[in-house]
C-alpha cells in the first residue's frame, strides 16, 4: 500500500515548511478510523494517492501567500473530510467506517481533486482555489438509523487570482462577494451569511470558463441544492462576467443597446427556443422566457457563432431535458448592438 498523504493532524500539518503533498504517513502508524479507512480501502488509498498530486499540481508555481491560502483551505477541507462522513458530523475517534462511510468518502476525496484543477495558469494568469465547506447533523434524521442523510454537506469553490496588482484585487473582490451572495456557508473574512440549512446538501462552485482578451474574465456557475428525503436534487448553471477595465460585473447595456433591445433580444430567443427545442418545449409564448434572456448570467459571449443563452431545469422542458441553451446568430441581433459590444466579447 502506497504511503498515506495529506492527512497529517491539523496542528502538526500547519507548521511544516514543505508543500502539503510532500508529507507522508506510514500505515502502521494509523491510529484514527479517518487513517485507517484510507489505509484499508483500495479505492480510497487511490483517491488519497490522486488527492495528493492534485494538491501538489495546484500549489506548483504560486507565491509564498497564495500556497499559505491554500494550504489553510486544505487544513479546512481535511476536518470537513472527517466529518462529513459520519452519523453525526463529527470526526470519529473509534470503530471503523462501514462500506457507505467508505463511498462517501471516495466521494468527497475525488470532488476535492477535480476542484483543485481550478488552479493553474490560464491565458497568463495565475488563478488558485479558495473554498470553504460545512458539514452539519440533520436534526430530523439523527434517530433513523437506516437514514442516508444524517449530515447535510455543503461546499463554495471559487477562483482568485495570485497578484498583488489592481486586477487581482478587483477580481478577487468581485468573486468573493458574489460567492457570498451565492451560498449560505458563512465566509472566513465573516459577513451575514446565515447557518447553513442542516436537512439539506449545497453546492457553489466557480470556475474560470473564458478570458475574452485581456478585460473580460467569464466564470461558469454551477449550483447543486438536494433536500433530504426529496426525489432529486435541482441544479443550475449560470455565468459570471468580469470587465477589468471597469473593475465590475458585466450589465446588459455593455452588449445591447436601444429602447427596444429587451423586446428583440426575447423575440429572437424565443424564435430560437422554438426552433432548437420544439420535441421538448413546455414553455408556451415569448414572455414566459422574456425576463430570462435579458439577464447578463444566462449569457455565453465566447462563442463567434452568435450569443448562447443558458436555461435552468424546468424553465422551458422537463426536469428531464436538463438546462437546454439557445444560440443566436450575433448577427441577427445587429440592430440592438451596444457600441461597447465588441470591446466587450473580444476584451480588449
Known sequence: MSPFRLLLPAMLLAFIAVPASAASFDCARAATPFEHAICDMP????????????????????????????????RNWLDYAGRACTDDAQAMTSGRYDENGGACLVEKFNTRSRALEQSRMIDGHRFFLQSVYAALPDPYEADNPDSYWKVASHELVMPQLDSDDPLAAGFNRFVTERAAALSDIPLPEGGDADQPDASSDTSVV????????????????????????????????????????????????????????????????????????????????????????????????????????????????????GAPTITIPWDRLDAIKAETQDAVRYGY
Not at 498530486?53 to 491560502?69: E, H, I, Q
Not at 433580444?265 to 420535441?279: K, P, T
Open 206 to 321: 466557480i470556475k474560470v470558463k473564458d478570458l475574452g482578451g485581456s478585460n473580460r474574465i467569464t466564470m461558469d456557475v454551477s449550483t447543486y441544492w438536494y433536500g433530504h428525503g426529496a426525489a432529486h436534487g435541482n441544479w443550475s448553471v449560470s455565468y459570471l462576467h468580469y470587465l477589468a477595465d471597469q473593475g465590475r460585473g458585466l450589465i446588459a447595456s455593455d452588449v445591447f443597446a436601444g429602447d427596444d433591445w429587451a423586446t428583440i433580444l426575447s423575440d429572437a430567443a424565443w424564435a430560437a427556443v422554438q426552433a432548437q427545442h420544439a420535441d421538448w418545449l413546455q414553455a408556451e409564448t415569448a414572455g414566459d422566457i422574456a425576463e430570462i434572456v435579458v439577464e447578463p448570467s444566462r449569457w455565453d459571449l465566447s462563442s463567434d457563432d452568435g450569443l448562447t443563452i443558458q436555461f435552468q431545469p424546468y424553465e422551458i422542458s422537463a426536469y428531464a431535458y
Open 43 to 74: 479505492e480510497l488509498s487511490a483517491a488519497d494517492d490522486l488527492l495528493a498530486k492534485s494538491f501538489a499540481t495546484a500549489t506548483g508555481g504560486l507565491t509564498k501567500g497564495a500556497v499559505g491560502l491554500m494550504r489553510a483551505d486544505q
